[in-house]
């Protein structure tokens, strides 16, 4: 591709991973975000752009002159029809040539979460397109569920028995970074994104115990109780019953199956778990502070 890639979400999991996928393969990219000099300072050598995405007028600078769109929504957005459909319009307006939105797995069938009615404009904004639907992030066990797990050894979410095929946000960047070394073979697809191996939170929970050297347990918790806990983490109501949507139908599993698209976009097997916790133990050590919530 010619032209630099612009990435939203840079700041975030999935957006600077595929940052750093996208360097690592020889790409130019324009990481953009609120604060432009946080992100040059992030990442050397790259040239950033405002995008705030509350304000329409910064939509046009942060798209000039590009050849791809990496479209992240970040948490805070709930409305996105202002937000990331215009921005979708705007690079449409300015000739970018691709976008890569990384929705969620199951948003196709699911109107209740933002990311549906993203894909549902990209179908019709004119614009070639390839939607990415990753399942759960392992990142989520050092953002989402951190604070159960450093401050009280527990892992505290709605999942009853079901399983989870996690999937590390590092493959979910080099999987933009596939997809946009052959734009062409991907546009009009939409691919389903898991690990390797689906696992319980139980599972979950033994795996960082022998990892972090102390004992971590699984307490499930009910929907309201996990919809009032979330709250109390400081998410609004529309953010709290997103991040509850996304996590009721595991117990249900539909997060369970292991898709093999990943491995073939990647040539390679995904990231496992085990992989993921042993190459980020520090972030759950007793002195840690827990990030913020990020999906």
Do not use: C
């Not at 990209?122 to 759960?136: H, M, N, S």
């Not at 970074?177 to 139980?202: D, I, M, S, W």
């Not at 133990?281 to 919530?293: E, F, H, K, T, Y």
């Amino acid at each position: 591709m010619t032209g630099e890639v612009v990435v939203v979400g840079a700041s975030g999991n999935v957006g600077g991973a595929a940052v750093e996928a996208l360097r690592a393969a020889g790409v130019p990219v324009r990481p953009v975000g609120t604060d432009p000099d946080a992100l040059a300072a992030r990442y050397p050598g790259t040239t950033t752009a405002l995008l705030d995405l509350h304000r329409p007028e910064t939509f046009g600078p942060a798209v000039a002159g590009a050849s791809a769109l990496v479209l992240v929504r970040p948490p805070a957005i709930t409305r996105v029809g202002p937000t990331l459909n215009a921005l979708v319009d705007e690079a449409g307006r300015a000739g970018v040539g691709h976008v890569v939105f990384v929705s969620v797995a199951g948003a196709e069938a699911n109107r209740l979460i933002p990311h549906h009615r993203v894909e549902k404009h990209l179908a019709t904004a004119g614009i070639p397109w390839t939607v990415l639907r990753p399942g759960f992030f392992a990142q989520n066990l050092a953002d989402a569920y951190a604070a159960d797990v450093v401050r009280d050894d527990r892992l505290h979410v709605p999942a009853g028995s079901g399983r989870v095929a996690f999937i590390d946000t590092r493959d979910i960047g080099a999987a933009v970074a596939a997809v946009l070394a052959h734009p062409a073979r991907h546009a009009g697809a939409a691919y389903t994104l898991t690990g390797g191996e689906a696992v319980t939170f139980g599972d979950v929970a033994d795996l960082l115990t022998h990892e972090l050297g102390r004992p971590v347990r699984y307490e499930p918790a009910s929907v309201l109780g996990y919809l009032a806990h979330v709250r109390r983490s400081g998410r609004t109501v529309t953010q709290a019953l997103v991040q509850t949507v996304l996590h009721v139908g595991l117990r249900r599993g539909d997060a369970e199956t292991v898709d093999p698209t990943l491995a073939a976009l990647l040539g390679r097997p995904p990231r496992t778990l085990q992989e993921y916790v042993r190459d980020h133990r520090s972030r759950w050590l007793p002195d840690a502070a827990p990030a913020g919530v990020r999906r």
